[in-house]
């Protein structure tokens, strides 16, 4: 089982950056592979950005090239750098742990606007 903790939204204008922080409860080399969502009102879920315990990332095409997740394995961290925002970024940012089962985080509210 694993616990993640949430951080880092906000507010920020268009074209703005955040960074998202994401605290896990246990190694993350135990864990197959971690990634971030986002869920907009009234929208499905959605993968933003995900990395394997090998290291190996990927993106959707809506995010390629301004998004990046990264991971601190001594502090049991992952994050997404986000930049060059966008108003149809906006909306609840989850931690996700793909293991046994799907772990979630409690999100973090991402408004980007003017």
């Known amino acids: 089982q694993v616990q993640l903790v949430e951080s880092g939204g906000g507010l920020v204008q268009p074209g703005g950056s955040l960074r998202l922080s994401c605290a896990a409860s246990?190694?993350?080399?135990?864990?197959?592979?971690m990634a971030w969502h986002r869920q907009a009102p009234g929208k499905q879920r959605e993968l933003v950005a995900r990395?394997?315990?090998?290291?190996?990332?990927s993106y959707p095409d809506s995010v390629k090239g301004r998004f990046t997740i990264s991971r601190d394995i001594a502090k049991k961290m992952v994050y997404l750098r986000m930049d060059s925002l966008k108003p149809e970024d906006t909306a609840i940012y989850y931690c996700?742990?793909?293991?046994?089962?799907?772990?979630w985080g409690q999100g973090t509210q991402v408004t980007v606007s003017s």
């Open positions: 996700n742990a793909h293991w046994d089962v799907d772990y």
């Open positions: 990395i394997t315990n090998g290291g190996d990332r």
């Open positions: 246990r190694s993350l080399f135990s864990i197959p592979e």
